[in-house]
T-cell receptor
């Protein structure tokens, strides 16, 4: 079967750095997405990785290791507005998105 | 309008009733999708359409039907609602015709409660 694993919840302090991990086992791999979802709102696109390595975009970075079936999202200089759920999704061999359940990130002052 | 709109925003429905959730996009995207999101579970694909005139079944299609008469609209119909269909429903679109990895953009969602 296909499986995406993420921690259910994480807590971090304003101004700090947090790393949200995602491991996957899917039928094929055609890329990995990270989305941000604030409570009661729609998911919004953060990043896409298809090659191994780190992609940096401002305060957010995303890393991929295809051989390990592993990705992480790194958030730096945390702000209160970063409190949200972060969704990991893998594009499988049929080009369908397989979604993790999401990680709820709580930022404390 | 810009992006994707969904209607209604929320709805309480009696079991056994028929309900259509509406989705419209103005980005001229080829592909559209319907997902449901339940607490503790990832987004699950109900149905999709790679281009106008075609539709396909996702992971959880039972009890739902869709149509894609034109590029902009992709309604989702529950023929006879059941309580297990209580969920938040998201419509999404992407500028692809299947077989690609284009980013999906989401509408604001419809919160549906079936009693």
């Amino acid at each position: 079967g296909q499986n995406i694993d993420q921690p259910t919840e994480m807590t971090a302090t304003e101004g700090a750095i947090v790393q949200i991990n995602c491991t996957y086992q899917t039928s094929g791999f055609n890329g990995l997405f990270w989305y941000q979802q604030h409570a009661g709102e729609a998911p919004t696109f953060l990043s896409y990785n298809v090659l191994d390595g780190l992609e940096e975009k401002g305060r957010f970075s995303s890393f991929l290791s295809r051989s390990k079936g592993y990705s992480y999202l790194l958030l730096k200089e945390l702000q209160m507005k970063d409190s949200a759920s972060y969704l990991c999704a893998v594009v499988d061999s049929n080009y369908q998105l397989i979604w993790g359940a999401g990680t709820k990130l709580i930022i404390k002052p | 309008i810009a992006g994707i709109t969904q209607a209604p925003t929320s709805q309480i429905l009696a079991a056994g009733r028929r309900m259509t959730l509406r989705c419209t996009q103005d980005m001229r995207h080829n592909a559209m999708y319907w997902y449901r999101q339940d607490l503790g579970l990832g987004l699950r694909l109900i149905h999709y359409s790679n281009t106008a005139g075609t539709t396909g079944k996702g992971e959880v299609p039972d009890g739902y039907s869709v149509s894609r008469a034109n590029t902009d609209d992709f309604p989702l119909t529950l023929a006879s609602a059941v309580p297990s269909q209580t969920s938040v429903y998201f419509c999404a679109s992407s500028d692809s015709e299947g077989g690609t990895t284009d980013t999906q953009y989401f509408g604001p969602g419809t919160r549906l409660t079936v009693l």
